[in-house]
Nanobody, 122 residues
Framework: QVQLVESGGGLVQAGESLRLSCVAS????????MGWFRQAPGKEREFVAA??????YYGDSVRGRFTISRDNAKNTVYLQMNSLKPEDTAIYYC?????????????????WGQGTQVTVSS
C-alpha cells in the first residue's frame, strides 16, 4: 500500500509560480513511476506530467512551463509550475504506478493522493 500526500497548492496570479510536492509513505519509492494529473470542475482528469526512470513526459498544455522531478531519498516527487495561467486552475493529484502501462493514462495508476487545489487568478 502506498499513501501519497500532496502539498503546495494555493491561490496565485497569472504569471506566477508554484511548486507542488507529493510525499509517498512507502519503503520502495524508487520503483514507482510517478505522475501528476489535474481535474477542473466539470472536466475529465487530465494528464500533466510523469516520470519513469530517466524518462519524463508532459501534457501538451503544460510543456515548457511545468517541470517534474523526484528525490528518491526523500520519497518525494515535485511539480514546478511556472508562468501559470487561469486555465491551470484545478485540483492537482499525485499518482503512483508500479507497472509499465501507458503512463499518460490515469486508469493505469494504482495509488492516488487526495489532491491539492491550485487557483490562478487573471
Amino acid at each position: 500500500q502506498v499513501q501519497l500526500v500532496e502539498s503546495g497548492g494555493g491561490l496565485v496570479q497569472a504569471g506566477e509560480s508554484l511548486r507542488l510536492s507529493c510525499v509517498a509513505s512507502v519503503r520502495t519509492f524508487s520503483i514507482y513511476n510517478m505522475g501528476w494529473f489535474r481535474q477542473a470542475p466539470g472536466k475529465e482528469r487530465e494528464f500533466v506530467a510523469a516520470i519513469r526512470g530517466s524518462l519524463i513526459y508532459y501534457g501538451d498544455s503544460v510543456r515548457g512551463r511545468f517541470t517534474i522531478s523526484r528525490d528518491n531519498a526523500k520519497n518525494t516527487v515535485y511539480l514546478q509550475m511556472n508562468s501559470l495561467k487561469p486555465e491551470d486552475t484545478a485540483i492537482y493529484y499525485c499518482a503512483a504506478q508500479s507497472n509499465f502501462a501507458k503512463i499518460i493514462e490515469a486508469r493505469t495508476y494504482e495509488y492516488w493522493g487526495q489532491g491539492t487545489q491550485v487557483t490562478v487568478s487573471s
